[in-house]
């Protein structure tokens, strides 16, 4: 309340006139025009960033942030499928890569008796060895029983026999070999 | 898509058990006369140097009567050692093993250590009269030779001839059911 008798009032009216003033100032002031008088180059001259930026406590702030909630918020898959994956190898000097790779130094890194040993090889190679001396002696002993059934079919053309009836093997053990194996349909004409 | 390989039946699927013909029976004793002369001629060499070695002096096995009169001993025992051991053991001797053959009794069954000493003793007996011991192998039904009769055995294929055709079409095609 002011002290005089009537000060309010005439409080009131100051207020109002400066108001209007105010106002009026403002409607006829062209801010634009005024910006565009600035020499912001001037301003931004005087103003130190390097001190701005030593105030703030980037430490601070990034301890603020919350690194795993925005990773959740980001969709992998999205951003993936939108990678042209095709366009990329083709950039890609695959021949360049492969010149700059120095394989005999990976070779001799290799250690090979691990590998042998892992691979197993020796198996590989004597199963290998065992099967082509396992075939080589198929052959050797086909070669014999063709040889023997024929001389056992010229011996009985020369003398006019016939080996029809004659028993394959000892009786027992051919019987049972038959029971083992599938029957037998060999005749002494066979031989 | 090519068609798959038109494989002929063997004839000699399914002999195991037959009895076994003659040139087999040649080629394995050939191969045992071979294998049993190699490894008598190889101890013969090293007992010469042994003795050379021990001794300090040369000298030579086959020259001296009493020497060769003992080579001959000795390698007489040793062909029956050779062939009346491996017999007694598992009817089959190294050649023998080789061609897929083996020495049964006559009624199938595998012959006993008396039978295989006794067709080790009668084995030459089949080379008398330029070999007509072994005419038989030729000629009779059961393929007896002399040494045969005489020790009551005969040789039969133990090579299983039908394995050997399943392994051989395996190896033409591993993808393809037996």
């Known amino acids: 309340m002011s002290p005089l008798p009537g000060g309010n009032r005439m409080e009131q009216l100051v207020e109002s006139i400066a108001e209007r003033v105010v106002g009026l100032v403002i409607e006829a002031i062209d801010i634009n025009a005024l910006v565009g008088k600035v020499d912001m180059d001037a301003l931004l001259a005087k103003v130190d960033v390097d001190a701005i930026v030593s105030k703030v406590d980037v430490d601070g702030l990034i301890d603020r942030v919350d690194v ?50 892992q691979t197993e090889l020796g198996t590989i190679i004597a199963r290998s060895t065992s099967g082509v001396a396992s075939e080589a002696l198929d052959l050797v002993r086909a070669q014999g029983v063709g040889l023997d059934d024929f001389v056992a079919r010229w011996v009985n053309r020369v003398l006019r026999r016939s080996a029809d009836d004659w028993p394959a093997g000892p009786p027992a053990l051919v019987a049972a070999l038959a029971v083992v194996e599938t029957p037998s349909t060999q005749t002494g004409a066979d031989r | 898509m090519s068609a798959p390989p038109v494989v002929p039946a063997s004839p000699i699927a399914g002999r195991q058990g037959n009895y076994a013909g003659g040139v087999t029976r040649l080629v394995a004793f050939a191969a045992d006369v071979g ?70 009794t006559t009624e199938g069954d595998a012959i006993s250590g008396r039978q295989a000493v006794i067709r080790t003793v009668a084995l030459p007996m089949s080379f008398l009269f330029f070999g007509l011991g072994f005419l038989g192998i030729l000629l009779n039904k ?37």
């Open chain 1, 68 to 117: 795993e909630k925005i990773i959740d918020r980001v969709d992998v898959d999205k951003i993936v499928s939108r990678v042209d994956v095709d366009q990329i190898v083709e950039r890609v000097d695959v021949e360049k890569i492969i010149e700059r790779v120095d394989v005999e130094k990976i070779i001799q890194r290799v250690d090979i008796d691990a590998l042998v040993e």
């Open chain 2, 142 to 178: 059961d393929r007896h030779a002399w040494h045969d009769r005489l020790a009551r055995t005969v040789v039969v294929y133990s090579w299983d001839a039908r394995a050997a055709r399943l392994r051989w079409l395996a190896r033409q095609d591993p993808v393809a059911p037996l």
């Open chain 2, 35 to 104: 294998a049993s002369w190699g490894a008598f001629t190889l101890s013969l060499a090293g007992i010469t140097f042994a003795i050379q070695l021990v001794t300090g002096t040369k000298i030579d096995l086959t020259q001296g009567r009493f020497s060769a009169l003992f080579v001959v001993v000795a390698f007489v025992g040793w062909e029956f050692v050779y062939f009346a051991y491996q017999w007694a053991l598992s009817g089959k001797t190294v050649g023998m093993a080789l061609l897929g053959i083996r020495v049964v």
